[in-house]
T-cell receptor, first 113, second 119 residues
Framework: GDSVTQMEGPVTLSEEAFLTINCTYT??????LFWYVQYPGEGLQLLLK?????DKGSNKGFEATYRKETTSFHLEKGSVQVSDSAVYFC????????????FGKGTKLSVKP | NAGVMQNPRHLVRRRGQEARLRCSPM?????VYWYRQLPEEGLKFMVY????????ESGMPKERFSAEFPKEGPSILRIQQVVRGDSAAYFC?????????????????FGEGSRLTVL
């Protein structure tokens, strides 16, 4: 069925390390893809999105490219900071849908100074 | 605070009691979504509402759960006769919706969640 698969956490990195969080989706058609971030004790916030194949979403140093051929939307950041410690959720929405997002299980990132 | 407001933030109930969770969407938003997050799991869609209408309730359990979004006031997620398995974080999100009445852009704005604990 429709789903999102994220790499399992937790992921622990040192400050300034390179980050990759893998995400693949199972969906028909051309969904819109999202990364949300949840900081401790807070709700989810949209980090970035891409709405069509080969689009690159970017925000706060994070990037993800919509890869239709591999049905992937991996999140990357070249140099993480302690303040990036959070849970990251990959999600997709079917094109033409009423806005129901399908979420992955989330990947917890801890960045150590 | 112009964000999505949820209350209570924490709710403790005993088995068999009722739980009511409230959500006020962002100003100008007419679409509300409820999601449930179980421990160690992602967010599961429950229901999507517009004012006075349930648009999609495909994720709602068939029994004990109901949701409404009245013309005035917040959206309410109601759980009757709670059981321990209902313990979870319940998140509300809102979106603007398109003026044409067609699909919205997909970006949802989330509240901080209501954490229900059933003893």
């Amino acid at each position: 069925g429709d789903s999102v698969t994220q790499m399992e956490g937790p992921v622990t990195l040192s400050e300034e390390a390179f980050l990759t969080i893998n995400c693949t989706y199972t969906a028909t058609g051309y969904p819109s893809l999202f990364w949300y971030v949840q900081y401790p004790g807070e709700g989810l916030q949209l980090l970035l999105k891409a709405t069509k194949a080969d689009d690159k979403g970017s925000n706060k140093g994070f990037e993800a490219t919509y890869r239709k051929e591999t049905t992937s939307f991996h999140l990357e950041k070249g140099s993480v900071q302690v303040s990036d410690s959070a849970v990251y959720f990959c999600a997709w929405k079917a094109s033409g849908s009423q806005g129901n997002l399908i979420f992955g299980k989330g990947t917890k990132l801890s960045v150590k100074p | 605070n112009a964000g999505v407001m949820q209350n209570p933030r924490h709710l403790v109930r005993r088995r068999g009691q009722e739980a009511r969770l409230r959500c006020s969407p962002m100003k100008g938003h007419s679409h509300v979504y409820w999601y449930r997050q179980l421990p160690e799991e992602g967010l599961k869609f429950m229901v999507y509402l517009q004012k006075e209408n349930i648009i999609d309730e495909s994720g709602m359990p068939k029994e004990r759960f109901s949701a409404e979004f009245p013309k005035e006031g917040p959206s309410i997620l109601r759980i009757q006769q709670v059981v321990r398995g209902d313990s979870a974080a319940y998140f509300c999100a809102s979106s603007r919706g398109s003026s044409s009445g067609r699909t919205n852009t997909g970006e949802l704005f989330f509240g901080e969640g209501s954490r229900l604990t059933v003893l």
